[in-house]
């Protein structure tokens, strides 16, 4: 059904909203979710996305080892870290990356196989239960996830997760702000309401706006900046 809906579309000639319309609904007809997509993204042969590389990459590189620096971090941990393609920038002194994605796990266990400052486990945030605080960092590292998270149970779960991975700092790189999506895979939110309401011991330290923002074309822009959180001390 989905596949001769994709075919009518290649053939009739509607333009203008019609189209976009037409197609933003066969997107998310035939859209598996968010774990699904990226598990079969990256099992397919597929990467983490252009803002992992080149100018993207650089950037965020640039201000997450600047912050590494700043706060003399010796932990980081990062929830949903990909196929570690933007982690060959980083300078951490340790690293952990957790992944639904068991062929991104695979790949991060090959790139940096011997390097002994890094490890890798398979994330299920239905299953990741973690009371004894085994897996927590002085920074919590979130690199474009959140816009990725299109259920609301799934984000819910992936922020309070993120949000317990760490002792120091949270840092994120998203977008802020509620706003139409260009595809089925992408839901952006304020993310902020959530930090908010559900973990107010948490307050944003810093915000650093991209240097490439978002002007129209994807290719050259991005609609995420910085969002630096620290934990307030109990006195």
Known sequence: M??????????????????R?????????????SSAYWKGRYSEGGNSGRGSYGAFGEFKAEVVNGLVREFQ??????????????????????????????????????????DLTKS?????????????????AELGLSLDVIYHLTEERVFDAY???????????????SNDSERPSPSAHIRYRRFSDWVHARAPQWSLLRRIPNRYPFTGDDRTGSPSDFFIYSRESKG
């Open 21 to 33: 319309g037409a197609l933003r609904l066969y997107r998310n007809a035939t859209f598996p979710g």
């Open 159 to 173: 922020m309070g997760h993120l949000f317990s991975s760490s002792s120091r700092l949270i840092v994120i790189y």
């Open 120 to 136: 890798f486990f398979l994330y299920d945030p239905v299953c990741f239960v973690d009371h004894a605080g085994l897996f927590r």
């Open 73 to 114: 971090v010796g932990w980081v941990l990062a929830v949903r870290c990909g196929d570690g393609s933007q982690l060959a920038l980083g300078a951490y002194p340790r690293y952990i990356g957790l992944d639904i994605s068991v062929a991104a796990i695979g790949l991060c266990a090959r790139r940096f196989r011997e």
């Open 2 to 19: 989905a596949g001769d809906l994709k075919e009518l579309l290649k053939r009739v000639p509607v333009v203008g909203p019609l189209a």
